[in-house]
């Protein structure tokens, strides 16, 4: 998995913005047609649907991410006051 992230701070807050949230298919040597173990017993066909579904999960999760969880912020868990103690 590739995910890469924009971070903003205000006033002890993080603003996490997800930018991709992917799949690493390599471009070299093209996405592989089985798992490297295949504990499951997973023919090409299912490993193939297995990647794609995961693909969309991954682009439900970012949208998922980006407006709900992270809209309002989370808030960190120090303040500067409490670091200088």
């Not at 298919?25 to 173990?37: K, L, M, N, V």
């Not at 992270?70 to 303040?79: E, Q, R």
Request: glycine share 4%; no cysteine.
């Amino acid at each position: 998995m590739i995910t890469s992230a924009d971070l903003k701070s205000d006033d002890d807050i993080v603003y996490p913005t997800i930018l991709a949230n992917k799949v690493d298919i390599d471009s070299r040597y093209g996405q592989s047609t089985a798992p490297f173990r295949n504990g499951m017993q997973l023919t090409s066909n299912e490993y193939r649907e297995f990647i794609s579904s995961i693909s969309f999960f991954q682009a439900y999760l970012k949208k998922f991410l980006n407006g709900v969880y992270f809209s309002k912020g989370i808030h960190m868990p120090y303040n500067p006051q409490e670091l200088y103690t």
